[in-house]
């Protein structure tokens, strides 16, 4: 079985890590694919975050990160995947995950939204906090993996530092 786990991860956490390392576990094959979110602002180009997740996963054998623009479910359906993975960290995230899975179902019902409780220790982290605390000076170290950390910096350094 073949699952898609989609996101905007700009950047990838760790929490976003952890629900790919252990969907690898569940799944013969889990491909990771970066899809622009229209609500949010993004930070670093899509082709950027593909690098940095090609980069943080390249010790995963049965994982693959890749890109696309538009809808899921027709990535899903090129990919011939059953699975959509999704983490949950908070009862909040759930409303807007349960109607993403809805919506995915009407559009396509060849899926199946399959979540995975992300792991306590990564419950309150999200990408846009991790932007929150870089732009404040603060250390992301602890909350993505270290060649993000570095990008963030070089980010930081370069267009808010004089
Ligand atoms: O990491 P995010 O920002 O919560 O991911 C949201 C994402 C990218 C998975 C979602 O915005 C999405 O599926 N975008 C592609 C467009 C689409 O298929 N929309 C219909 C599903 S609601």
Known sequence: MIAIYPG??????????????????LFERVIVVVLPNP????????PKRVAQIREC???LTNIEVDSFSGLTVEYAKLKRAGVLLRGLRVLSDFEGELQMAHT???L?????TVFLATSNEYSFLSSSVVKEIAMFGGSVELFVPENV??????YINKYFKK
């Open 149 to 154: 950390a570095v990008d963030i910096y070089a």
């Open 104 to 106: 995915n179902k009407m």
């Open 39 to 46: 609500n949010k602002q993004p930070l670093f180009p899509i």
């Open 57 to 59: 996963t390249s010790h």
């Open 108 to 112: 396509w019902d060849g899926m199946e």
């Open 8 to 25: 905007s991860f700009d950047p990838i956490t760790l929490g976003h890590l952890d629900i790919i390392q252990r969907g690898g576990k």
